[in-house]
């Protein structure tokens, strides 16, 4: 007889239905699997065979041919392991073929009969629910993430005979019931307190927070780059459990959950600047796996010493930071990978690190030429995309010994949630996220129209600054976020002062150095700013007019 079970294979972070059919012939004794499978769906033969062994059962005296349905499609993975097993044994009148009906399987298959966790388990209970199964069985340390996919049964099995005692009905499995997860903030203790200086700085990451805006830091080393970024998800709203589904479903089919059942904070990711571009965008030749840019999908991404990744792994990242998502195309595939993160880019201003330190008694030793391609990795359209640009100075030393007068993530994190449920009633619901940064141009203009000053000041600074129309845009969804974070109704023409401020790095780059005239505005004491105002661009470059990048 033929036999047919359901199961499902991971495409991205999604699974598609793969109908696993077992037939048993005369001829001579053997195992064949059929359907484009990899060379781990091939080995599943002989895990099957030892697990059989283990439990004391013998391998049918017959020709055995697995096929893996839809056979257009290369199969790939472990999951493959316990439905080819239930298959053979119905095909074999081991267990009834009744008792399969409406359940799907996934599982790999130790050699002693036992079950070891696989990718994707959220996933392929997601598929079987829409397949109209009723139940699934997976590996027992994966029913808890299956579990929280509500409307079917999720049966955790430590070991193969555990699964043939429950369809023969002699010892059925419990079903999983998935646990309430708590959401909230991760207790990292990383706070904003311990950040002494950066007025500006601590500005900047609050307004990245409140928007939802890309940002970069620029600066020598022992700045605080590195110690601004990595507080910034601790001023972030929880997660809401929608978007906890999502990042779950993308750390499950990365072989990340562990021991989890939902991803319960919102995710950091820090790659080194030597990960390749499939590593950090996500791809691969005949299965996909997700990028780091995918793992920080409703988080951080952090990329510490961006002038060190080579330049085509940056470019790579202009589309889908701006899109929200990656775009994965082959020669035998197309899928798409979520990616609505907020990515923090951290640099130094030369490869030492000391451009333009020289008054403060540090020397840098790169040449002119070396100091400008090191910056020049960084393209004008991948800086154009980035809305806030902030180029840091050291802070003295006397600063550093004084107690912080900032405010704490969460004084600062009430201030976020409030700016972002404005936004949420300001825009349109539906598949976008109600973010400032991730308007349309059609929604800039209807939430972001300014008054006759504020317009005045934008289109003379905008023009002097050289900003194109992408960076015009962003420009005044900052504006729009600095309001917001200030309770404002109406973007002032202080906000567009500040918006406009932070365009540092891009016309630093663009303009090999040289003095911006654009003023920081004063900065209301919402942010826990005591300073009147704030000094003008460059002012480290006036002070050393031979200074170059």
Not at 117 to 124: E, K
Not at 219 to 233: D, E, I, V, W, Y
Not at 234 to 260: H, K, M, N, V, W
Request: glycine share 10%; net charge positive; charged share 25%.
């Amino acid at each position: 007889m033929i036999a047919r079970i359901t199961a499902g294979a991971l495409w991205g972070i999604e699974a598609y239905r793969v109908d696993v059919e077992v037939s048993l012939t005369q001829g001579l004794p053997n195992l064949f699997v059929i359907g484009l499978p990899d060379g781990a769906v091939r080995e599943a033969r002989m895990r099957i065979e030892a697990s059989r062994r283990s439990l004391g059962l013998q391998m049918p005296n017959k020709r055995v041919t697995f096929s893996l349905a839809p056979c257009d499609r290369r199969k790939s993975g472990c999951s493959f392991d316990l439905p080819m097993a239930v298959g053979l044994l119905v095909a074999n009148e081991e267990i009834e073929a009744a008792s399969t009906e409406g359940v799907a399987f996934a599982g790999e298959l130790a050699l002693n009969g036992e079950l070891r966790p696989i990718r994707g388990a959220l996933a392929q209970a997601q598929l079987a629910k829409e397949e109209g199964c009723h139940s699934i069985v997976v590996p027992r340390d994966n029913a808890g993430e299956a579990a929280v996919i509500p409307g079917i049964n999720v049966h955790g099995a430590a070991d193969l005979g555990k699964v043939i005692a429950h369809l023969g009905g002699s010892e059925p499995l419990a079903v999983t019931i998935s646990q309430t997860p708590k959401l909230g903030h991760q207790a990292d203790g990383l706070d904003l307190l311990d950040v002494r200086g950066q007025t500006v700085a601590r500005r900047a990451l609050e307004l990245a927070a409140g928007g939802g805006h890309h940002l970069i830091y620029l600066g020598p080393p022992g700045t605080g780059k590195s110690m601004l970024a990595r507080r910034l998800p601790g001023i972030l709203p929880p997660l809401s459990l929608e978007e906890s589904l999502e990042i779950t479903q993308i750390y499950s089919a990365a072989g990340l959950l562990g021991d989890r059942a939902l991803v319960e904070h919102r995710p950091f990711r820090a790659p080194h600047h030597t990960a390749t571009e499939a590593a950090l965008i996500g791809g691969g030749h005949h299965t996909v796996r997700v990028g780091e840019l995918s793992l920080a999908h409703k988080g951080v991404l952090f990329l510490d010493e961006a002038a060190e990744y080579p330049r085509s792994v940056l470019e790579a990242l202009r589309e889908p930071i701006e899109n929200g998502e990656v775009d994965i195309c082959r020669a035998e595939h197309r899928v798409k990978l979520p990616a609505r993160s907020q990515m923090v880019l951290a640099l130094n201003p030369c490869p030492c690190g000391f451009r333009g330190q020289e008054a403060r008694g540090r020397t840098c030793t790169c040449p002119p030429a070396a100091a400008e391609r090191y910056l020049r990795r960084l393209s004008g359209p991948l800086l154009d995309r980035i809305d806030l640009q902030l180029e840091l100075d050291p802070v003295p030393l006397k600063e550093l010994h004084r107690d912080s007068d900032g405010e704490p993530s969460m004084v600062v994190r009430e201030r976020v949630i409030a700016a972002r449920k404005r936004q949420t009633t300001r825009l349109p619901r539906g598949h976008r996220p109600r973010l400032n940064a991730w308007m349309t141009p059609r929604e800039t203009r209807e939430h972001c129209s300014l008054e006759t000053e504020s317009r005045r000041i934008l289109e003379r600074e905008s023009e002097r600054a050289g900003l194109s129309a992408r960076g015009l845009d962003r420009v005044l969804r900052v504006s729009r976020t600095a309001a917001d974070m200030d309770g404002a109704s109406k973007i002032r023409g202080r906000d567009v002062l500040e918006a406009l401020s932070y365009r540092t790095v891009e016309q630093l780059l663009r303009q090999g150095g040289e003095a911006c005239s654009i003023r920081r505005p004063s900065l209301s004491k919402t942010g826990n700013q005591k300073t009147s105002s704030l000094p003008r661009f460059g002012h480290r470059a006036k002070q050393h007019p031979n200074r170059r990048l």
